[in-house]
């Protein structure tokens, strides 16, 4: 489903250079459930970003599909990512002047469905993620986890493929972090692609496979600590 074959990312800020992704290879199979994690700074959100379509990396290739992302004209790249991919982040990206129907219909008045389709279509996804009642709510009359699970709903609109969601409990108490884990699982066992970026156990132990990324590097294994107490 994905590969992401030599990518190299660094950013330029002064003259000084900052390697956020070091040459990097990786390959992801449809329908897996990955977790990214490593401190911060290491490069996930970057990794992520790249993986996406969203940031354009100095070197390598990213394949979805077998398509190479970063060799689409950036129209075509934007549409393909639109059909594909879901993004779920950790600060939600609500508009905060729309309602929770508002919020989720915006993909889908993007693709271009009629109005009429685009309420029935977003109301069905809020009642899927128990926001059935809350529809007319604005972000700011919601809670911490109903905004998350508005986000889910938005994200699910033009049924994607492939979640990719960055620390996406990481603004949740235990309680909502359950309730969208719950619902990662779901979207998982609907046979969708699934890359988690976090620095939270739990949600990792969800996955099914692990990777770590450290200064920009990927590697099998978090770093064994270097001291152990007796
Ligand atoms: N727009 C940018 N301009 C310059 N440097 C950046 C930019 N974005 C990220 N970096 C640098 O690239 C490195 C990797 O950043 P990245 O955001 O990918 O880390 P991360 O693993 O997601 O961290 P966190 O867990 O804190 O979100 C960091 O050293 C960061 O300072
Ligand atoms: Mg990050």
């Known amino acids: 489903m994905f590969q992401l074959q030599e990518v190299r990312k660094s950013y330029v800020r002064r003259g ?11 390959e ?3 329908g897996e459930y990955v977790a990214i994690v490593g401190p911060s700074g290491s490069g996930k959100s970057t990794m992520l970003s790249v993986l996406g379509g969203m940031l354009t990396p100095d070197a390598g290739k990213v394949l979805l599909e077998g398509v190479s992302l ?3 004209s950036v129209a075509k790249r934007t549409a393909f990512r639109r059909e594909r991919i879901g993004f779920v982040f950790q600060t939600f990206n609500l508009v905060p002047y ?3 129907l508002e919020n989720v219909q915006i993909p889908l008045y993007l693709a ?3 109005a009429v389709e685009q309420q ?6 809020l009642g899927r993620v128990g926001l059935g009642e809350r529809i007319h709510h604005k972000p700011s009359e919601l809670s911490t986890g109903q905004q998350q699970r508005v986000a889910l ?3 699910l609109a033009n049924d994607p493929p492939v979640i990719l969601a960055d620390e996406p409990t990481g603004n949740l108490d235990p309680d909502s972090r359950r309730i969208v884990l719950d619902f990662f699982d779901q979207l998982h066992s609907e046979s969708r692609t699934i890359l988690v970026v976090t620095h939270d156990a739990i949600v990792a132990d969800r996955a099914k496979r692990s990777f770590y990324l450290r200064d920009g590097a990927i590697t099998d294994q978090p770093e064994q600590p270097k001291l152990r107490v007796a």
Do not use: F, K, N
């Open 153 to 155: 709903a938005r994200t």
């Open 120 to 125: 029935a279509r977003a109301t069905e996804l």
């Open 28 to 30: 992801i199979a449809r």
């Open 16 to 26: 000084h250079a900052v390697t956020a992704l070091g040459t990097s290879s990786l």
């Open 112 to 114: 271009g469905l009629p």
């Open 70 to 72: 970063y060799d689409l």
């Open 98 to 100: 729309l309602t929770a």
